[in-house]
């Protein structure tokens, strides 16, 4: 489905509707009702200068690419043509988990130096987390930079990361969650709703395959993204609360960068992120590029497993070349 500037033109035709409805009513106050019963300022705002989105309001599923009954979502977005290749349930909402780190990322890219450095509290220690919740092992004291952290966040996927990047930049998990939710009604992604920077489970935090791709995109505008997403492994140097620094290497969960997923042909991943926990399954949002280096978003949600959420997705890239 091609995504252009339609969206101008679909909201011209509902004015009009409503203008006809309205019969001898003052356009002004028209105007006043429509913007207030349809849209807040923020996201009116922002569809105005929606230009360039891709739009997909029904299920777009070519024959035989995908066996659906293993995973929730999936979605392939041609960047640069602004245009669908393939959606389901796109704007069902579900359950994220550490895909939500994207939008942590952002936030600490937008709002923060990068290089300051800032020192790990006891609600972003590792020591607070369960056994089985990622980590990259920073406790108590440590000092590191946001930049760091940063790597620790999308390639370790550590939660504890996260936190420490949440308070850098807003004092609070608290005040970031709301700052993320800002955020997400700036981006148009209105079936989001976030409270905490990592995407451990909480009925009250979820998102949709779209919303995903809003955040995602406008997260691939910034090539510190872009870097960190790219970067396969990361040596960091950590100075503890008594002075001493210690290394730590973080690797990517991504499993085509790891090497435990073999590469799709259709085009070149360049990053993304993982996220996975009982209630959301297994999910991936990734970047690519094709042929002639354009843009592709590729998102799975809700895999039934590991090897089947690679296959997925490996089977949805493999496509790109085919919508060329």
Aim: aromatic share 8%.
């Amino acid at each position: 489905m091609k995504c252009t500037g339609r969206i101008y033109r679909l909201m011209a035709v509902l004015f009009l509707s409503v203008i006809l409805v309205s019969g001898c009513r003052k356009a002004e106050e028209v105007t006043v009702v429509y913007e207030t019963e349809n849209y807040n300022r923020d996201i009116y705002r922002g569809e105005l200068s929606a230009g360039n989105l891709c739009v997909a309001l029904d299920n777009i599923v070519p024959d035989g690419i995908l066996d659906l009954s293993t995973l929730h979502a999936s979605a392939l977005f041609d960047v640069n043509n602004s245009k669908v290749d393939f959606a389901y349930n796109i704007h069902e909402r579900l359950f994220p988990a550490s895909t939500t780190k994207i939008m942590t990322a952002l936030l600490a890219i937008k709002h923060a130096d990068l290089n300051a450095v800032t020192t790990v509290s006891v609600n972003a220690s590792s020591t607070s987390f369960a056994a089985d919740e990622s980590i990259c092992g920073i406790v108590t004291g440590d000092q590191l930079t946001i930049r760091d952290l940063l790597y620790g966040l999308m390639l370790r996927s550590g939660n504890d990361a996260a936190v420490a990047i949440a308070e850098h930049v807003a004092g609070s998990v608290e005040g970031f969650a709301q700052m993320m939710n800002e955020e997400a009604q700036s981006l148009m992604a209105t079936n989001t709703h976030f409270v905490n920077p990592n995407g451990l489970h909480d009925a009250d935090h979820y998102t949709t395959a779209y919303d995903l791709y809003l955040i995602f995109n406008e997260c691939i505008r910034h090539q510190e993204f872009i870097d960190i997403i790219a970067t396969p492994q990361y040596t960091v140097n950590i100075t503890g609360a008594d002075g001493a620094v210690r290394q730590a290497d973080w690797m990517q969960t991504n499993y085509y960068a790891s090497g435990r997923a073999e590469q799709p042909v259709g085009a070149s991943v360049v990053g993304g992120k993982t996220g996975t926990t009982n209630e959301a399954g297994n999910c991936l949002i990734l970047l690519e590029k094709g042929a002639n280096d354009e843009n592709y978003i590729s998102i799975v949600m809700g895999a039934v497993s590991k090897s089947l959420l690679y296959q997925n997705m490996t089977a949805m890239i493999n496509s790109i070349p085919v919508y060329q």
